[in-house]
């Protein structure tokens, strides 16, 4: 999503919240969604830390928020997709993700074997394939960062390789309005809902 398109994204849940008819003022919320139980209706979220600057968040509150979703649908977009991948440093060389098991930050370091740049999500470099890959004889993974549209093949330490697949993605960003912090009265799926082809 453009930039342009994360400040509508932004300006648009806060016309949700106070579209709300529930009486009295809530709060926005932004996270990554690194679990999702879909039975349940729970997302589990990592927050972020700098919210005065929504066009540049950090994803890295601890411990994860258990919010539960609307429960009607016209009061969110799109279900959110879940990985764990939360930051992708290319000067530094290093990744973080949640550790489900710790319920902790863990960062990885990687050596960047390929970058391809304004790679879009209908490219089929990225529709065809099924990523995030994990070559384990070139102990090598390849991603898709779809905010930055950015491909990328990293070679990682062999006992890294081993991690599940959804370690390696990066799941959806969300915004949502909430009076109770357990629970969103409206969602939006940031990642998921692309403004511009509303015409704004």
Request: hydrophobic share 40%; charged share 25%.
């Amino acid at each position: 999503m453009t930039m342009t398109g994360r400040l509508w994204a932004c300006g648009g849940i806060l016309m949700l919240a106070a579209s709300c008819g529930c009486g009295g003022l809530g709060r926005v919320n932004q996270g990554q969604v690194v679990g999702f139980d879909r039975e349940k209706g729970l997302a589990t979220l990592i927050l972020d830390s700098n919210p005065a600057d929504p066009l540049h968040p950090r994803y890295d509150t601890l411990p994860p928020a258990v919010v539960r979703i609307p429960h009607d649908p016209r009061e969110m977009g799109p279900l959110p997709d879940a990985g764990t991948l939360l930051a992708v440093d290319l000067e530094k060389s290093e990744l973080v993700m949640f550790d489900p098991a710790t319920q902790g930050l863990r960062s990885i370091p990687f050596t960047l074997v390929d970058r391809q740049d304004k790679i879009a999500l209908d490219d089929a470099r990225v529709a065809r394939a099924k990523l995030p890959r994990v070559d384990r004889e070139q102990r090598t993974v390849t991603i898709y960062l779809s905010k930055r549209r950015q491909l990328l093949t990293i070679s990682v330490a062999p006992e890294v390789l081993n991690l599940p697949a959804d370690r390696w993605r990066v799941g959806d960003e969300v915004r949502y309005y909430f009076k109770s912090p357990d629970r969103a009265l409206r969602l939006m799926n940031v990642t998921k809902t692309d403004v511009n082809k509303s015409g704004k």
